[in-house]
Structure formats: structure tokens, C-alpha cells
């Protein structure tokens, strides 16, 4: 089993120039939240069989992918290519935090992609998260690559782990300070397993930072705190719906502003084929999730 270490090498975006603000990029769907699965679930089939393993998300019945990152052997564009051959859209990327360096890649590589929205993975843990003065310099950053994607018509958003919901730093926990401190427009991805994880309520969470949550990262299992996770070696995940997660009122929760549930499966005892089709076809139950 490959880890997410990895696995951490840019992929592609996509871009959607545009001169009005950034929350009229986000149309509200009547309280319809899309359904999609974050690729990094499959890594190691996609490792040993890309195209073939790409046909079999398709054959599942899933229409929406978050890409995670390739095999070195395969490009951007034969990504892509694949992906339109078996009508696999793409929600949103996960890459590496963008900067001057690598903003010039990111474009060329959204055009490919033909979507608009890239998501900071977040892995692993930036030890400056472990003081006020670190999470103010990480704001900073985050503020200087949100100016790089919008000024290239693209979006931009964080993704979190338990890290940020656990560590307190200046008398509040890390994402608080987030929330206060960031530009409005910089989305939140959250991860309602790693908010059990962290010990936090993901309904409290869901409904206390509803304008800020475009995204939510949806899977199940244990959800419990232990030092293997700081050698990204998770407990098994198990298909949604058969965790310890309160699922129904997780879904409930999710304001009109989240556009997308994507669903993860970190690491699963299952083929992750089989645990992904029981976990969509135990969202497929829910009014409120468009399957397409």
C-alpha cells in the first residue's frame, strides 16, 4: 500500500477566467449537494492498470472524480484524455500549495483538466500550525495563493486533517483562526472523519462554519485518535453508512453552499471497488445528493 507521502507531486487544475467575485462562482444547486470519489482511494490499482482502473470507477455508476496524483509515467493530458473517454468529470484537484513557481503549470494544466477549482491537500502537518505566530504565516501564504489562483480565474480551497481541529494555539484551536483570518472567498474542504478524529462534532462543525464549506470529504470507520495516524497509517476505513459516523445527520447538516460530497476511503480492509459501490449506493438513498 503506497502512502499519501508518496503520492505528493502536482497534477492538473482547471480554469474558468472570470471577473465577478468569487462567491457568485459557486451557484447554489436547490440544496443539491453532487457526488463524487477522490481518486487517491484507488492509488495502487490505478498504479498497476491506469486506464483500466479508471473504466472500473466508470462502471460503478460514479459521473464525478477528485484527482489526487498520477503515477509518474502518466501526464496530465493522458489523464485527462482517459478521464473524457469514459466521462469522468472533474470536481476539483488536489495539488501542492501554488506559488510563483508552479502557478504557470497549474494553468496549463487546468486547461487540460477543464475545471476550475484546486484544493490544497494539506498533507502532512506544517509544524508552524503548532503556534499562533505559524498559523498567522500559513494564512499569509494561503492569502498569497488564493490572489495567484483567482488572478488565473481559478478557485482555491484548504482541505484539513485532525491537526488543525486539535491543536490550540493563542487561546483558540487552529481552525477558528482560519475561519476569523482568511479571506472569505478561500473555501474550506472539510473532512468530516479527521473532525472525529480530532475529537469535534462534524454536525456541530458543519452548521458553525456553513458559509465557509463548498466541499465535504465523506468516509467512515473507527475515527479514532492513535499515533499510527502520525505514520499515515490509518485504521482500515469501512463503506460509508457502516462506521462509526452518524451519516444521516452529517448529510442533514451540509448547508446549501456545500456544492460536492466527495467520497474517501483512505485505506479500507475491502477491495476499494466494493466498498466504494456500498458507500454510493448508500448515498443514493439521500434526496438532497445528485448522483450525476
Given at each position: 500500500?503506497?502512502?499519501?507521502r508518496?503520492?505528493?507531486?502536482?497534477?492538473?487544475l482547471?480554469v474558468l477566467?472570470?471577473?465577478?467575485p468569487d462567491?457568485?462562482m459557486?451557484?447554489?444547486?436547490?440544496?443539491k449537494?453532487?457526488?463524487g470519489?477522490?481518486l487517491y482511494?484507488?492509488?495502487?490499482?490505478?498504479a498497476?492498470d491506469?486506464k483500466g482502473?479508471?473504466?472500473?470507477?466508470?462502471?460503478?455508476?460514479?459521473?464525478?472524480?477528485?484527482?489526487a496524483f498520477?503515477?509518474?509515467?502518466?501526464s496530465?493530458?493522458?489523464a485527462?484524455?482517459?478521464l473524457?473517454?469514459?466521462n469522468?468529470?472533474i470536481?476539483?484537484?488536489?495539488?501542492?500549495i501554488p506559488n510563483k513557481?508552479?502557478?504557470?503549470k497549474?494553468?496549463?494544466?487546468a486547461k487540460?483538466?477543464?475545471?476550475?477549482?484546486l484544493?490544497?491537500?494539506?498533507w502532512?502537518?506544517?509544524?508552524r500550525?503548532s503556534?499562533?505566530e505559524?498559523?498567522?504565516?500559513l494564512?499569509?501564504?494561503?492569502?498569497?495563493?488564493?490572489k495567484l489562483?483567482?488572478?488565473?480565474?481559478?478557485?482555491?480551497?484548504?482541505h484539513?486533517?485532525?491537526?488543525?481541529?486539535r491543536?490550540k494555539?493563542?487561546?483558540?484551536?487552529?481552525y477558528?483562526?482560519?475561519?476569523?483570518?482568511?479571506n472569505?472567498?478561500i473555501?474550506f474542504?472539510?473532512?468530516?472523519y479527521?473532525l472525529k478524529?480530532s475529537?469535534?462534532d462534524?454536525v456541530n462543525?458543519l452548521?458553525k462554519?456553513?458559509?465557509?464549506?463548498r466541499?465535504?470529504?465523506?468516509?467512515?470507520?473507527?475515527?479514532?485518535?492513535?499515533d499510527?495516524l502520525?505514520?499515515?497509517?490509518?485504521?482500515?476505513?469501512?463503506?460509508?453508512?457502516q462506521?462509526s459516523?452518524?451519516?444521516?445527520?452529517i448529510?442533514?447538516?451540509?448547508?446549501?453552499?456545500v456544492?460536492?460530497?466527495?467520497?474517501?476511503?483512505d485505506k479500507?480492509?475491502?477491495n476499494?471497488y466494493d466498498?466504494i459501490?456500498?458507500?454510493?449506493d448508500y448515498l443514493?438513498?439521500f434526496?438532497?445528493?445528485?448522483l450525476?
Open positions: 500500500m503506497k502512502n499519501r508518496e503520492f505528493i507531486q502536482l497534477t492538473g482547471g477566467a472570470t471577473s465577478v462567491f457568485l459557486f451557484p447554489l444547486v436547490n440544496t449537494h453532487h457526488l470519489v477522490q482511494t484507488f492509488r495502487d490499482a490505478i498497476k491506469f482502473s479508471l473504466k472500473l470507477i466508470a462502471d460503478l455508476g460514479i459521473k464525478n472524480v477528485e484527482t498520477w503515477p509518474e509515467h502518466i496530465v493530458q493522458t485527462a484524455d482517459v473524457q473517454e469514459y469522468l468529470k470536481s476539483s484537484c488536489h495539488v501542492d513557481n508552479n502557478i504557470a497549474l494553468v496549463k494544466d487540460a483538466y477543464n475545471c476550475d477549482t484544493i490544497w491537500h494539506g502532512p502537518e506544517d509544524k500550525y503556534s499562533l505559524g498559523t498567522k504565516e494564512i499569509k501564504m494561503y492569502e498569497e495563493s488564493y489562483a483567482k488572478d488565473n480565474g481559478l478557485h482555491f480551497g484548504l484539513n486533517h485532525w491537526w488543525e481541529y491543536n494555539v493563542g487561546g483558540k484551536l487552529v477558528e483562526i482560519l475561519h476569523e483570518e482568511l472569505d472567498s473555501f474542504e472539510t473532512d468530516i479527521w478524529v475529537g469535534q462534524p462543525i452548521k462554519l456553513q458559509k465557509r464549506i466541499f465535504i470529504h465523506i468516509k467512515d470507520g473507527p475515527a479514532i485518535f492513535n499510527n502520525l505514520k499515515d497509517t490509518p485504521d482500515p476505513m469501512s463503506p460509508i453508512g462506521g459516523l452518524n451519516i444521516p445527520a448529510i442533514d447538516a451540509c448547508s446549501e453552499n456544492q460536492w460530497i466527495v467520497m474517501e476511503l479500507t480492509a475491502l476499494p466498498a459501490k456500498q458507500s454510493r443514493s438513498k434526496k438532497s445528493i445528485n450525476t
